[in-house]
C-alpha cells in the first residue's frame, strides 16, 4: 500500500502532539519543535512517506503527554520542510493533508506511534 492511497484501511503514522494550534486539512503551518520524543516522531516521518499525525493535546502544559492527554481525532500532515536549529530544536512546515481518528496507540518508548483511520469530511 502506498503512502498515497485512499483506502479505509488503518495506517501507522508516527503521532505529533501539538500544544497550541489545531492544524486543519489545507493548512500549512511552522512548527517549533523540541521534545525530544516529538523530534523522534518527524525523524520517523521523514524516513518514511513524510506523513505524520497531528493531534492536540488537553492540556497545553503537560510536558509528556500519555494517550490520555491527546484527542483522538486530528489531521495527518505531510511534512514539506525540516529545518534543525542550533539550539537542538526543529523547524517543520506541515501541510494538513486529512482528517484521521486514533485507532489505537502503539507501544513505543521513544516515539509516539498510532494506528489512524480516515474521518470522512462533510462538505
Known sequence: MSADSKTDEA???????LRDIIVFPHMVVPLFVG???SIKSLDEAMAGGKDVLLAAQKMAKTNDPSPEDIFTVG????IIQLL???????K???????RAKIDRFIDADDLFR???SPVDEFV
Do not use: F, H, S, Y
Open 114 to 116: 498510532v494506528a489512524v
Open 11 to 17: 495506517r501507522i503514522l508516527p503521532l505529533l502532539p
Open 35 to 37: 521534545r525530544e520524543k
Open 92 to 98: 517543520v512546515l506541515i501541510e494538513g493533508k486529512q
Open 75 to 78: 489531521t495527518i500532515g505531510n
Open 84 to 90: 534543525r536549529l542550533p539550539d537542538g530544536t526543529v
